[in-house]
């Protein structure tokens, strides 16, 4: 089943404890993205991949870090969360720039 | 700067009516446009897309125009039924920016049995 799997699902964290959301996609899709949402400001791109090692800031990168060392996989990482980070994160991947995204199931995280 | 504005953050609906889900840009580079549906709990499913080179794109029960030069789409939904209910994101990009996706804001629609 094609899928984009990211996990936890959940996460309750403390500010400045380093975290990362793992992402992988079956699809063998080149471009990948992270998004993250917010009421009232739908989904905002954090980051996103147009192939392996090719990585480039979304809209809200600040406090983000990502890396795509195999295709598939897609980490973000937070290097020190802060509060502002609360959010519903989802990653996604589509077969090329622009095209149609197949996101995973969202994490929910809760920085403290 | 909002570039895509889904203007209604709520709509409700009788089954069997029609949906009219409305989404507006500014954009005039963007030349593909996408709606996603949204289940609680769940991520965005993509739902239909259209070009800029089309007006209307139909897909079963599920039908999105595009006007050009309103910068204006809408999603129609007929009949709704209440497996509809759900929330809406509309989504553009530009084959000239990166190809990112820029949604809007997603708008609630509840369909009543």
């Known amino acids: 089943e094609a899928q984009v799997t990211q996990n936890p699902r959940y996460l309750i964290t403390v500010t400045g404890k380093k975290l990362t959301v793992t992402c992988s996609q079956n699809?063998?899709?080149?471009?990948m993205s992270w998004y993250r949402q917010d009421p009232g400001l739908g989904l905002r791109q954090i980051y996103y991949?147009?192939?392996?090692?090719?990585?480039d800031k979304g809209d809200v990168p600040e406090g983000y870090k990502v890396s795509r060392k195999e295709k598939r996989n897609f980490p973000l990482i937070l290097e020190s969360p802060s509060p502002n980070q609360t959010s519903l994160y989802f990653c996604?991947?589509?077969?090329?720039?622009?095209?149609?995204?197949?996101f995973g199931q969202g994490t929910r995280l809760t920085v403290v | 700067d909002q570039q895509v504005k889904q203007n209604s953050p709520s709509l409700s609906v009788q089954e069997g009516r029609i949906s009219i889900l409305n989404c507006d840009y500014t954009n005039s580079m963007f030349d593909y446009f996408l709606w996603y549906k949204k289940y609680p709990a769940e991520g965005p499913t993509f739902l239909i897309s259209?070009?800029?080179?089309?007006d209307k794109n139909e897909d079963g029960r599920f039908t999105v125009f595009l006007n050009k030069s309103a910068k204006h789409l809408s999603l129609h939904i007929v009949p709704s039924q209440p497996g509809d209910s759900a929330v809406y994101f509309c989504?553009?990009?530009?084959?000239?920016?990166?190809?990112?996706?820029?949604f809007g804001q997603g708008t609630t629609l509840q369909v009543k049995p």
């Open positions: 996604a991947s589509s077969p090329g720039a622009g095209t149609e995204a197949f």
């Open positions: 699809m063998n899709h080149e471009y």
């Open positions: 989504a553009a990009s530009s084959s000239g920016n990166t190809g990112k996706l820029i």
């Open positions: 259209i070009s800029s080179i089309k």
């Open positions: 991949s147009m192939n392996v090692e090719v990585t």
